[in-house]
């Protein structure tokens, strides 16, 4: 299986800040990486499909990067609805495997 | 608007069997494979597995393999994951999601409860 490490698995921001969490695959997956949001006791929020592309209606404060076994998830300038915790999750080969979580946390 | 929704909590005692529905609105539902994930209490989400209710294929998670059995039923736009032989680590949140580019709509969750 293709496993997924985030980094961090816990950061600590405030509002206005610009935050990035990296994720790497144990083997190239392409572009075939997906970031979801969870809050607590939520369902996950899809936000980026295929590395870099913004869901509908998500806020452009969110981007993606990356190919092959390296990816970036930033936010631009943090806002007080974005504290939540992180997924990426690759679908380039079964099983979909999902990185640990980075917990963001208000400062 | 697109959504699943799920059946409700369960009870269950270590060996029992699970079952947990997941209705479909808002789209054509034989056209979008169905995912399930589950999440543990506290920790990560887990990939459980899928299924394509055009042709019924399905995938497991080799954690789950031959006890996980994914079902479907289009004429009410319903997929189904039912778990047997339970054991106490099966206790989490499962959710069901339909994939498009990613797994776009989710479900609300079931909380399987595994306990003597």
């Known amino acids: 299986d293709i496993q997924l490490t985030q980094s961090p698995s816990s950061l600590s921001a405030s509002v206005g800040d610009r935050v990035t969490i990296t994720c790497q695959a144990t083997?190239?997956?392409?572009?075939?990486l997906n970031w979801y949001q969870q809050k607590p006791g939520k369902a996950p929020k899809f936000l980026i499909y295929?590395?870099?592309n913004l869901e509908t209606g998500v806020p452009s404060r969110f981007s993606g990067s990356g190919s092959g076994t390296d990816f970036t998830f930033t936010i631009s300038s943090l806002q007080p609805e974005d504290f939540a915790t992180y997924y990426c999750?690759?679908?380039?080969?079964?099983?979909?495997?999902f990185g640990q979580g980075t917990k963001l946390q208000i400062k | 608007q697109v959504q699943l929704v799920q059946s409700g909590s369960e009870i269950k005692e270590p060996g029992a069997s699970v079952k947990v529905s997941c209705k479909a609105s808002?789209?054509?539902?034989?056209?979008?494979?169905i995912h399930w994930v589950r999440q543990a209490p506290g920790q990560g989400l887990e990939w459980v597995g899928r299924?394509?209710?055009?042709?019924?294929?399905?995938n497991y998670a080799q954690k789950s393999q031959g006890r996980v059995t994914m079902t479907w039923d289009t004429s009410i736009s319903t997929a189904y994951m039912e778990l047997s032989r339970l054991r106490s680590d099966d206790t989490a949140v499962y959710y069901c999601?339909?994939?498009?580019?990613?797994?776009?709509?989710w479900g609300q969750g079931t909380l399987v409860a595994v306990s003597s």
């Open positions: 299924i394509n209710p055009n042709t019924g294929a399905t």
């Open positions: 083997q190239d997956i392409s572009n075939s």
């Open positions: 999750q690759q679908y380039d080969k079964l099983p979909y495997t």
């Open positions: 808002g789209y054509v539902f034989a056209g979008y494979y």
């Open positions: 295929a590395a870099s």
């Open positions: 999601a339909r994939v498009y580019a990613g797994l776009d709509f």
